[in-house]
């Protein structure tokens, strides 16, 4: 009788271990297909950001161009939306969707960095492979979560670039820092102040510009006072037009000033009026070209081939090199795909480059932030200029 | 640079008083403090923005046009939908004007979304330097013409009958209804010149600024610091109270931290109603029994 207990136990155990596998098994391989990878798309298609869900139309232009090349081993890339409207409850709700009802494979996209922190422990928690393509803040990827993988630089790569750049300018000693109080501006003011003191630079003057301030005297007057060589604005769109018009009108226009990648140079001059003012702004600018450049035509063309009407601007391409690196990984497991096969592949991205984004994509199992760096843009002669460095060309 | 301050703070301070004042205008014929002003301020920026960019109109030409529309808005404003409310709780009336505001605000969302648009500058000139001093064309542009706005307005209610008339009204619509006025039309009256006024603040600070849907919110803050300081009801005090609220602004950001600048209006309503409920030139509250 004894025996026959044990035997029982054993075939119980030995029953629940198969279910196991055969669930793992399912597990492994769900949303796929034998001619689909199902891809969760979250972003901001409506509401106020919906201008950031650029970056996810360039994105599926670019799974639209590898189905047309024949997919990968046969199976297309086909993108399930969802809707976050830049709101962290709707995309808690949108991420629960896409994984406990459509049942992606996987998860690529996403804008907006406080939504994308609300989805993270939810995603975390599945296991389901998911690349940040566009949100910037490092707390998504940073502490290591095993399935998650930053696609963009994030916030400290960006700020740890423009300090790198401000210091590249020979002589430059005194660095003043003005910016928001708000974590944004601090995500990438923080690296900043890191890396110039790193390299023996304190700032000189630290200053505040709050959102919604139509008048930055207070401040110019400041830095006329502590004359700096390089300034670091970490300053919403209005705001950096309202500073470097105040910086002009004070007789501080010669002074450069490094902005982050929420600004542009040809719009920052659409709205402060004349060249003059923006002619020694620099901006982060995560491409290897100017957005109307040689280098960047050809992704141009194919996201105009699968969305004729799409308006390109700054977003449109940010995603692009994400995706690529998705494919080369999805190329390098081979016909046989699993999500942890999967996860093992893009721990093996190693320097990649995207063609697109100006710094190469690196992600190990110890690190998941892919993009160490990025470009910098300035005029030079008067024409938008990618940098590499201080008066470098990249 | 303490002139170089004292100067930028005069010509926000000048926008702050108009403010002030516009709330001033229709609080002191209504009782009413119309917590939508802000987005009237900033649809007036945005109607003189759509002559002058859209429709190629002269800038003083659509001013004056947007100030036109700003007033027959605040007077239908009033005739549509305050007059209504006017016997209900007060709360009733403060929705209203924050509902009103809303719609405002929805409107230029819906159509220019959160887009920041440039208005062009009206006095493009170089800046004149006088040894350290920079004086601007916009700062003499908007101090020159709040200066010109202000002595118009408040020669108007001295030495006009009109003044009287308003004046009599403030201190008892009831007694004012018995010699003969009008109270409501000087209502909807009073709900027209505030919304004009707080458009013209608007106009003169959108080229200066930038011009964005949520423009109207801290204005609508700094408006109700400097009548707070200037004393409710009191159209000089809110002037000099905005202009007050646009130097200490200056001063606390230069010799403190820059990060003062924003809460000073706010340090600025603690402080009086703490220290002097009745602001510098309002009267104190009694009450008979």
């Keep these: 009788m004894k025996r026959l207990k044990t035997v029982l136990a054993c075939a119980v155990l030995a029953a629940s271990a198969v279910t196991a596998q055969a669930q793992s098994q399912d597990w492994e391989t769900e949303g796929l297909s034998d001619d689909a990878i199902t891809i969760g798309v979250m972003g901001p298609f409506s509401g106020n950001a919906a201008s950031y869900s650029k970056a996810l139309i360039g994105m599926m232009a670019y799974y639209d161009k590898i189905n047309d090349e024949g997919g990968i081993y046969g199976r297309k890339l086909v993108a399930v939306q969802e809707d976050t409207a830049c709101d962290s409850a709707k995309g808690i709700a949108a991420a629960k969707k896409l994984l406990s009802q459509d049942k992606v494979f996987m998860l690529q996209g996403n804008s907006c960095s406080g939504v994308a922190l609300a989805m993270r422990p939810i995603i975390e928690d599945s296991g389901v492979p998911w690349i940040v393509a566009h949100a910037v803040s490092d707390s998504i990827s940073d502490p290591l979560a095993k399935n998650i993988f930053h696609g963009v630089p994030t916030g400290s790569a960006n700020g740890r670039a423009m300090a790198a750049f401000v210091l590249s300018k020979p002589d430059t000693k005194k660095v003043a820092i003005i910016e928001h109080s708000n974590d944004w501006a601090h995500s990438y003011s923080d690296p900043a102040r890191a890396y110039l003191e790193e390299h023996g630079v304190t700032p000189t003057e630290e200053l505040t510009m709050e959102r919604g301030e139509t008048d930055a005297t207070a401040q110019v007057l400041r830095l006329r006072q502590d004359k700096p060589d390089f300034i670091i604005a970490a300053l919403y769109e209005a705001e950096t037009a309202i500073f470097l018009r105040d910086l002009k009108k004070y007789g501080l226009g010669d002074i450069p000033v490094m902005g982050t990648a929420g600004t542009d140079l040809e719009n920052t001059m659409k709205r402060t009026g004349d060249f003059d003012t923006v002619k020694n702004y620099y901006v982060i600018h995560s491409y290897i070209d100017n957005l109307d450049g040689p280098k960047m035509k050809p992704w141009a063309d194919m996201i105009h081939k699968y969305y004729p009407d799409e308006q390109l601007s700054t977003f449109s391409f940010v995603s692009i090199g994400s995706a690529e690196a998705l494919v080369a990984a999805l190329k390098a497991v081979g016909p046989d795909l699993t999500r942890s096969k999967l996860i093992d592949a893009l721990n093996q991205v190693h320097d990649f480059d995207t063609g697109i984004l100006s710094d190469p994509i690196t992600w190990t199992p110890e690190d998941h932030q892919g993009v160490k760096g990025s470009a910098v843009a300035g005029f030079v002669d008067g024409k938008p200029t990618v940098l590499k460095a201080w008066g470098q060309p990249y | ?289």
């Design chain 2, 1 to 289: 640079m303490f002139l170089q301050l004292t100067l930028g703070g005069l010509s926000q301070g000048a926008i702050y008083a108009l403010v002030a004042l516009s709330l001033t205008v229709v609080y002191r014929s209504t009782t009413v403090v119309n917590f939508g002003h802000g987005d009237f301020v900033m649809a007036g920026a945005f109607i003189s923005y759509v002559l002058v960019v859209i429709a190629g109109v002269a800038f003083l030409p659509a001013a004056v046009l947007a100030v036109l529309a700003m007033f027959v808005l605040g007077v239908l404003f009033s005739r549509g939908l305050i007059r209504r409310v006017r016997g209900g709780p007060h709360i009733g009336l403060a929705l209203m004007c924050i509902a009103a505001g809303y719609v405002l605000r929805g409107i230029a969302r819906m159509v220019w979304g959160r887009e920041v648009l440039p208005m062009p500058r009206v006095f493009d000139i170089e800046p004149i330097f006088i040894g350290n001093l920079v004086i601007t064309g916009d700062a003499v542009f908007i101090i020159g013409t709040v200066l010109v706005l202000l002595l118009t307005l408040f020669g108007l209610l001295a030495f006009t009958d009109l003044g009287k008339m308003v004046q009599a009204v403030y201190q008892s619509p009831r007694g004012a209804r018995l010699i003969g006025l009008n109270v409501e039309l000087f209502d909807d009256f009073s709900w027209g010149v505030g919304a004009a006024l707080g458009a013209i603040g608007g106009i003169l600070i959108a080229p200066v600024s930038l011009l964005h849907p949520d423009l109207g919110a801290s204005f609508l803050i700094k408006g109700f610091a400097a009548m707070t300081l200037g004393g409710f009801g009191a159209p000089f005090g809110a002037v000099l109270g905005g202009l007050i609220l646009g130097v200490a602004e200056q001063y606390a950001g230069a010799y403190i931290d820059t990060s003062l600048i924003e809460i000073t209006a706010y340090l600025v309503i603690v402080l009086v109603l703490f220290l002097r409920p009745q602001g510098l030139f309002g009267r104190k509250a009694v009450v008979k029994v």
